[in-house]
């Protein structure tokens, strides 16, 4: 069509959040899209009203509310180990989304290369497009979703401007750990690029797992756009605030980007994201071990009904294999099973081939996010009986051993 310009042709709408509004028209559950159907914590809400009745509605400084960086600054140096100065090194952004792609148009010039693992969170695709740069992509293996070093490296060359590592990992749950981050690590060193992490479930984390941000790593603060958020840690998807932390040079880059992009987060949500931040440790514990209670009774209904899991680490997802269940239903795909599932079951997941480059490598797996309330997820195992029955899973549990 005349008029689209040629990037916009490059990839198609979010299937994820194609698939929410699916879910809407059936009047499904929707255990497709990441976003908590459970209340937000009350203390947060009522700082947000509070701050719209202070008259904190005009545009705040463009990289962010001051008393926010602080608060940032000071959680990076305590939780995530990196020194950080609030005055330089700190942009708050329209969530990691914004954060993302205002690192990346900071740092890629055209020709330059980003490394992506796969499967991905999807919007790196097309931030890969928007920002001109060209991905190559690091297979993450089941049913460990861990990479193979030799092909990270054979990944890596000049070209390289960065690598982008998503830990706890969106959609396998996996969570990166010190060995791992060690080689990337020194490949950037090696090859003289930058890491952009996303860590935006850093604190959902299962069975005594530890978050390490791969800028605490010897020689890494310089190297490391460190992107968190406060979507999923506060259940507050909708507020769009999130902060990339970067040295002071690429932290100037980025703010230029962020201010013509989106001139700034908005400010009475910034004013609360303060007290957000200043939540005690027990909140976090209690984030936790709520999502861990969630793991169980998703994962229990999915294993009862035939699908084999991969049990996640961290974040709020379970990769499910479908193989079985394609055969027994008579269906060709992950799509087909989605749209089935969505339309007679009333239950929506995301087809695993969305978060590949190569879609056969997700044609037998599907997504379900189980950040809802223990009632949603019960609902929706008692919507899932309604599958055919499959025949047990050969590895006994349903579970593929990690
Ligand atoms: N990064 C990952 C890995 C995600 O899974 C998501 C949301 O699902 C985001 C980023 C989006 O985060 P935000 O709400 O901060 O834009």
Known sequence: MRGVSSKSEQFTESVIRGMTRLCEQHGGINLAQGFPDFP????????AKRAIDDDFNQYAVTWGVRAFREAIADKVQRYNGIACNPETDV??????????????????????????????YENYGPDAVISGATPVYVSLRPPEFTFDPAELRA??????????????????????????????AALCSEYDCIAITDE?????????????SLASLPGMRERTITIGGLSKTYSITGWRLAYAVASSDLTAAIRKMHDFLTVGAPHPLQQ?????????????????????????????????VGFRIYPPQGAYYIIA??????????????VEFCNWLVSEIGVAAVPGSSFYRQ????????????????????????????????????????????
Not at 200 to 212: F, P, T
Not at 321 to 334: E, K, N, P, Q
Request: hydrophobic share 40%; aromatic share 6%.
């Open 91 to 120: 942009t708050v952004t329209c969530g990691s989304t914004e954060a993302m792609i205002a690192a990346l148009l900071a740092v890629v010039n055209p020709g330059d290369e980003i490394v992506i693992f796969e499967p991905f």
């Open 200 to 212: 935006i479930y850093e604190y959902i984390l299962y069975d005594g797992r530890q978050h390490v």
């Open 359 to 402: 879609a056969e490598l997700g044609r037998n797996l599907v997504r379900f996010a189980f950040c809802k309330r223990i009632e949603t997820l019960r609902e929706a195992a008692r919507r899932l009986t309604r599958l055919p029955r499959v025949q047990p899973v050969s590895s006994g549990d349903g579970t593929v051993a990690r």
């Open 272 to 304: 609360a994201g303060v007290q957000a931040l200043r939540l005690p440790d027990t909140y976090y514990r209690q984030l936790a071990a709520g999502y861990a209670e969630r793991r169980t009774v998703l994962a229990d209904a999915l294993k009862g």
């Open 40 to 47: 937000a914590p009350a203390e947060i809400k009522a700082a």
């Open 155 to 184: 990944a890596c060359s000049r070209r390289t401007k960065a690598i982008i590592v998503n830990t706890p990992h969106n959609p396998s749950g996996h969570v990166v750990d010190r060995r791992e981050l060690e080689t990337i």
């Open 321 to 334: 294999d479908i193989s079985d269940l394609l055969a027994r239903l008579g269906l060709r795909d992950d």
